[in-house]
């Protein structure tokens, strides 16, 4: 073989092995591209798998607690009752909202401990057993009265019941905030407040105020509320609404339209009536029983003391009875004062004119007619209210004839 045969010879075999070269080193490259993907692609399945594994014991807790309600679900229904005396060989005497007293037996789940009577336990629907004995807890009715929020009437908003305000405040507010004064004097504060009056002439008012004025626990309840549908029902949720006010002492209790609950009790009555007088019976008890209540004041009030049980008035519960009346021409001026000065009205607004003109009405109906007053001047177009339109709120509220009943129709009974 000559020498240029076998140069070329050496030139394909080096071009033949650089092709070998570079073919390997594509197939080094196309593997490593490939392990890169593979471990991209563990790691999101391993990922996928942690995600699953998580969502696995999240099903599962769901899973147990939808299982546990449905357990829950499917229990029988209880009844509340009222433990009445404790017996030996683990039985009880207990008293059934829906029926008589039974003597049942004690789940072994309770300790004797806390079998105290008076105390609320569940009973089994079928065996009447005592299942389970219920906290004592405060009826919501009772514990939606308390006032969270202080009431932002203070006395500088009330007018013309001067003498009115400063007995209530002596009786009220001040055995509340200065007790050592009676301490020195050595006499007891007044229990209640008895305020009395037509309507709108500012007795809840009053309240709010001193519930503004003092830093105690203010519980309002309107006395309808106490008037309930069973047997016992309405006397305990007067027990409750005194043990709250006990609890939070210092506290006023404000019992608004008291003739609901306090009225006059009669021989001949329904067994409706018997319930009232019931519950009428637990305040007078509470009011002043053998259980003293210090720290604890009470104001009633009512539009018909009329009918007011002599028990209720006698001292000793309601001290102090306050006449809140129909305002005097000063008393007027003073309400109209203090309307006005929230209001754009032109200058020659004079509050003792309209005072003078407003004979036999309310501070109420005085406030009603300053409001609408406002709203003749807004139908105008106008942003000042003028002297004619409390005239004109003066005559329409005369005309509306509020608290006054019309005559009867000519020839009605005819």
């Given at each position: ?93 207990v008293k ?29 629907k ?8 219920i906290?004592?807890?405060v009826?919501?009715?009772v ?45 007891e ?166 005072a ?41 509220a ?17």
């Open positions: 073989m000559s020498n240029d045969e076998t140069i070329i010879s050496r030139k394909s075999s080096d071009e033949s092995f650089t092709d070998e070269v570079a073919e390997l080193k594509a197939k080094i490259v196309t593997l490593e591209d490939r392990n890169v993907r593979l471990v991209e692609d563990l790691r999101n399945a391993e990922n996928e798998k942690r995600y699953a594994e998580g969502e696995l014991f999240r099903l599962q807790k769901d899973l147990a607690r939808i299982r546990g309600e449905m357990e829950r679900l499917k229990t029988p229904p209880l009844i509340v009752g009222s433990l009445r005396d404790v017996l030996p060989n683990n039985r009880v005497v059934s909202s829906t029926g008589p007293d039974f003597v049942v037996a004690v789940s072994d789940y309770i300790s004797p401990e806390q079998l105290i009577p008076g105390s609320r336990v569940t009973m089994n079928q065996t009447l057993a005592v299942m389970e004995v906290q004592s807890s009826d919501p009715i514990s939606g009265a308390e006032v969270v929020d202080k009431p932002k009437v203070t006395y500088d908003d009330i007018g013309g019941l001067k003498q009115q305000m400063l007995e209530l405040r002596e009786a009220v507010e001040d055995p509340l905030l200065r007790p050592e004064l009676y301490t020195k004097v050595g006499i504060p007044p229990k209640g407040v008895l305020l009395v009056g037509p309507p709108g002439t500012g007795k809840t008012l009053m309240a709010k105020a001193v519930a503004n004025a003092t830093n105690a626990t203010f519980i309002r309840l309107v006395g309808s509320e106490l008037v309930q549908k069973y047997i016992g029902e309405g006397a305990r949720l007067v027990r409750d609404l005194f043990e709250l006010a006990k609890e939070k002492a210092p506290s006023i209790i404000f019992i608004d339209e008291l003739d609901s609950v306090g009225a006059k009790r009669l021989d001949v009555a329904t067994s409706g009536d018997r319930e009232v007088q019931r519950t009428l019976m637990q305040l007078l008890a509470e009011l002043d029983g053998f259980t003293a209540i210090h720290n604890v004041k009470i104001i009633g009030a009512t539009n018909r003391p009329d009918i007011l049980d002599d028990a209720l008035l006698r001292p000793g519960r309601f001290d102090r009875i306050i006449d809140v009346g129909l305002p005097d021409v000063d008393a007027r001026t003073q309400i109209f004062e203090i309307n006005i000065r929230h209001m754009n009205v032109e200058k020659k607004v004079s509050a003792k004119a309209l003078d003109s407003t004979d036999g009405l309310s501070g109420a109906e005085i406030k009603n007619l300053c409001t609408e007053a406002g709203m003749l001047a807004i139908r105008d177009g106008r942003d000042k209210v003028t002297m004619k339109d409390f005239i004109a709120a003066k005559e329409k005369k005309d509306a004839g509020r608290n006054k009943t019309n005559p009867a129709p000519a020839n009605m009974f005819q």
